[in-house]
Nanobody
């Protein structure tokens, strides 16, 4: 069984920054794609950013130029650096990983609130 644990969420003022972390643990021999998704109240869960094992990245248009996804394959860890945060970035952020070629794992989510 694989677990993903996110951390780093919180309350931040507009224009501020946060760095989210996600660590995968358990019976892991290989993680391919990793990513971050977010879900605001009453809305669907949307992709924020993904990163392949070779570190090819993809971003939602709404976060391009402000957010950066990165990973450390040896540590089974993915980060999301979020800069120039806006109130519309407020959501629960979920980590996602494709594990062992046959499993998609999700974290429990970390809350991000952008408000003055």
């Amino acid at each position: 069984q694989v677990q993903l644990v996110e951390s780093g969420g919180g309350l931040v003022q507009p224009g501020g920054s946060l760095r989210l972390s996600c660590v995968a643990s358990g019976r892991i021999w290989r993680i391919t794609d990793m990513g971050w998704y977010r879900q605001a109240p009453g809305k669907q869960r949307d992709l924020v950013a993904t990163i392949t094992r070779a570190e090819t990245t993809r971003y939602a248009d709404s976060v391009k130029g402000r957010f950066t996804i990165s990973r450390d394959n040896a540590k089974n860890t993915v980060w999301l650096q979020m800069n120039s945060l806006k109130p519309e970035d407020s959501a629960v952020y979920y980590c996602n990983a494709d594990v062992n070629l046959n499993e998609v794992a999700w974290g429990q989510g970390t809350q991000v609130i952008v408000s003055s």
